[in-house]
């Protein structure tokens, strides 16, 4: 059991609210260990207080989200912001909580607590970089531009994010179906340029799941420097009903002709109409066209 001093940076608008900050009060009187809470009191908050945090703290300081992979993403972001070497550590108090979830993460306050506090080394995982005309975009778990930017479009239309799970993603993506129009995509890998004339969806995935647990990717890792790309071309609904039951079920949605992937090192790629993006599941400036992707290590405890 290692005796860190624990900072919590704790988002209570995320799913669990207000009782996160009492459980881990509650669950902290089980060790010894000194620590802080911080919580959040707007939007990119988390971001601030970890760049400002970790300018104050020793190495025998732990800093520790507390939210979920937008809160991830915030402290992520603040870290990368100061240049510190400082790892990360994560409890997952969200909705979707996808990091957790692809990183077999528990996912209650006192087992997250109980396996900070085991762990006695960071972990070296890669996080996404998206470099526009407008600034860095850092994700934890995926970048991505047509359909699963109009879902989360509509999800915080209808302020309802904190029920986000697996099937009401999927529902949503159902009713933004619709809603999609088909764009022109230039990707642009360490190998060669693709063209896609009618292009539903652009995902670039660092880890297996994204949306409340859909296993975008079954084989991403955020171990291995790579990028693993997902690019939907237009489909009927029916193909789209089938690849959803495929991603449900066998997870070889992509062998779907429709669907392509790519593992590169980094990437660029030009969206020709403006498109609603998502990073980590919070909106992307819609006036967006050109992007590059890359990865960087940042040590998380976990």
């Known amino acids: ?18 009782k996160t900050t009492h459980q ?10 000194t620590y802080d809470i911080h919580i ?31 809160t991830l993403n915030e402290a992520v972001q603040g870290l990368l912001n100061a240049e510190s070497p400082l790892p990360l550590a994560y409890i997952p108090t969200g ?6 979830r692809s990183l077999d993460l528990p996912l209650t306050i006192e087992a997250s607590i109980s396996n900070i506090l085991k762990t006695d080394s960071p972990t070296l995982l890669d996080v996404l970089i998206g470099t526009s005309d407008y600034s860095d975009i850092v994700a934890v778990n995926s970048i991505g531009f047509g359909l699963d ?7 915080d239309q209808t302020k309802n994010k904190q029920t986000i799970g697996k099937f009401s993603y999927l529902a949503s993506v159902l009713s933004a179906y619709f809603s999609q129009k088909a764009f022109p995509l230039k990707l642009t890998t360490d190998e060669q340029s693709y063209i896609y004339g009618e292009t539903l969806l652009i995902v670039c995935t660092n880890n297996k799941f994204f949306g409340g647990g859909i296993p975008i990717h ?24 089938s690849i959803l039951f495929s991603i449900l079920t066998t997870q070889n949605h992509l062998k779907h002709p429709k669907l392509h992937s790519h593992r590169v090192a ?12 998502q990073r980590d ?9 050109n992007m590059s992707v890359r990865t960087v290590k940042h040590p998380f405890w976990i």
Not at 95 to 100: I, P, T
Not at 149 to 155: C, F, T, Y
């Open 218 to 241: 079954p084989k991403a890792v955020a171990t291995d420097s790579r990028i693993d790309l997902v690019i939907a071309e237009k489909v009927s609904f029916k193909e789209l009903l």
């Open 1 to 18: 059991m290692n005796n860190k001093h624990l900072i919590f940076i704790v988002n209570e608008f995320s799913r669990k609210g207000k």
């Open 149 to 155: 930017g109009m879902v989360i479009n509509k999800i």
């Open 24 to 33: 881990i009060r509650q669950c902290m009187k089980h060790y010894g260990n």
């Open 266 to 277: 980094s990437c660029s790629f030009m969206l020709y109409t403006p498109q609603y993006g």
């Open 40 to 70: 959040t009191q707007y939007p990119q908050h988390a971001t601030a207080l970890a760049e400002h945090l970790s300018a104050k703290v020793d190495e025998d300081s732990l800093i520790v989200a507390v939210g979920g992979d937008g």
């Open 95 to 100: 909705s979707g909580n996808d990091f957790a």
């Open 281 to 289: 599941g919070e909106l992307i400036n819609k006036s967006l066209q």
